[in-house]
């Protein structure tokens, strides 16, 4: 089998962290089976249409190194990849359903459909078409077609028939087809829902394994349906579990900034790190390791062992992960990562070699560089508390006089504390502050060491 699996966003707004899981295990799939993945856009929604969010998407998953092997901008064999560009083919196979009776013109107004679901909602009844326009009869359907009144193609769904979904995580799930409303899957701009859209297009560019979020699961009975009423066979389904907010309650949402893409872009996380957390919330590694590249997710992962229940999103923990993967990188690429990240950092590979020793352990992502080492490159102008001056102004002195070594300036420093009677820690404290401005940073008397002996002291002056 050429296994072909996919992403199908919509436009609307910047990718949501899940969507990089989804695409994760659609591209690792696609790859562990020297398959194809492909990136669909699905921007049928015009309502929710975002100008720009397409780019967006691609930046995305090229950051990641994720992208597609077709998609609307390589192009590919069963081009056009994006849906508003397929209209004639969802109008064709909606005729083929009216044809057969598995779908039907619907005229119901807007107010009509308000107030019937008004009406269902006083008698605690599921929101759900009450098929009035099913019983119009042929010549009824035409008159109205004829006269150009607005209207929608309804899906005809037998009552009390079982649907099956079969789900490589879930296992079988069953539903009933009385609960499934005669969705639009045409609507009266000439769209295709998402329904009708996403059968057709999973069948043309013969994707063979959809795995999508588990909350599509419940669209899914209607996607066993259409399946079956054009007579094709249904690729292989697995719905992911959702990435819940960290305290466990409700999908990860948008009002955490770090629901999105943009988030981890912007401080400096490393995308094979966000990556490798984002896989191992829902797999385990067979030797429970913890840390793996994505070569080695490919070579082991299996879609039947991702967990079925929903992980929680901890930030910490990928913190964690990505202060991890600063540390275990080579120098050179840390340099190269750091330079493409943060502009303000002189291209300077020798002073780099100098501090990243200093700081690396200390530093949970890319931007947290610059608020650790900022000071190596400029004066600080802040001052985290109020200095003290007879000391600040003693350090000087003490140190103008000292070899500029690690061993003769603490040798110096301890010294004049003994002298003076103060204590070691204010002292260093004094010293910190007065040269980075801030009372937390590397380790003090090797980044002094680095800073210089005349920068040292003008800062203390
Ligand atoms: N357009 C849907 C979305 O925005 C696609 C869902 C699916 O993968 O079937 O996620």
């Not at 900022?374 to 003290?388: L, R």
């Not at 040269?435 to 060491?449: H, I, Q, R, Y």
Request: aromatic share 10%; glycine share 4%.
């Amino acid at each position: 089998m050429n296994v072909r699996t996919r992403i199908a966003p919509s436009p609307t707004g910047f990718p949501h962290i899940g969507t990089i899981y989804q695409v994760l295990i659609d591209y690792a799939y696609a790859r562990k089976h020297t398959g194809k993945f492909i990136l669909r856009i699905e921007d049928t929604d015009r309502m929710r249409f975002v100008e720009g969010a397409e780019e967006v998407i691609y930046k995305a998953l090229s950051w990641f190194g994720l992208d597609a092997d077709e998609d609307p901008r390589v192009g590919g064999p069963f081009a056009p990849y994006r849906q508003s560009e397929r209209l004639d083919m969802y109008k064709k196979y909606a005729e083929i359903l009216l044809t057969n009776g598995h779908a039907y013109h619907c005229f119901c107004t807007r107010e009509r459909l308000e107030q019937m679901r008004k009406d269902q909602e006083a008698n605690h009844q599921a929101p759900m078409y009450d098929k009035l326009c099913l019983k119009l009869s042929k010549d009824e359907v035409r008159k109205k077609l004829e006269e150009g009144l607005p209207h929608v193609i309804r899906m005809n769904v037998a009552e009390h028939e079982k649907i099956i979904v079969h789900d490589l995580i879930s296992g079988d799930v069953e539903f009933d087809s009385s609960v499934i409303d005669h969705q639009v899957i045409m609507k009266s701009d000439g769209f295709p829902t998402y329904h009708l859209g996403v059968v057709v297009d999973d069948h043309l560019m013969e994707i063979t394994h959809v795995f999508r979020g588990k909350e599509w699961l419940p669209s899914t009975p209607k996607h066993v349906l259409l399946y079956k009423y054009f007579g094709w066979e249904m690729p292989v389904h697995a719905h992911l579990p959702l990435i819940l907010n960290e305290d466990g309650k409700g999908k990860l949402s948008k009002r955490h900034g770090h629901a999105s893409v943009e988030y981890y872009q912007k401080l400096g996380y490393l995308p094979e790190a966000v990556l490798n957390y984002l896989s191992n919330i829902v797999w385990n590694h067979p030797e429970g390791k913890e840390m793996y590249t994505l070569k080695e997710f490919i070579k082991y992962f299996d879609i039947t062992q991702i967990t079925s229940q929903a992980p929680r999103f901890d930030l910490k923990k990928l913190d964690w992960v990505n202060s991890h993967y600063i540390k275990s990188m080579p120098e050179e690429e840390l340099i190269k990562r750091l330079l493409a990240f943060d502009s303000r950092i002189p291209n300077d590979h020798s002073v780099l070699k100098k501090i990243i020793p200093l700081v690396k352990e200390r530093i949970h992502t890319l931007s947290e560089f610059w608020s650790l080492a900022g000071f190596f490159y400029e004066k600080p102008s802040v001052f985290e508390t109020p200095k003290m001056a007879d000391m600040v102004s003693a350090l000087k002195n003490v140190l103008e006089k000292t070899k500029w070594s690690h061993d003769a300036m603490e040798a110096a420093i301890r010294e004049k504390v003994e002298k003076e009677n103060w204590k070691v820690k204010d002292f260093f404290m004094q010293l910190r502050i007065a040269v980075t401005g801030k009372t937390v940073g590397p380790p003090l008397l090797e980044s002094l060491v680095v800073l210089g002996k005349e920068e040292t002291l003008s800062r203390l002056s």
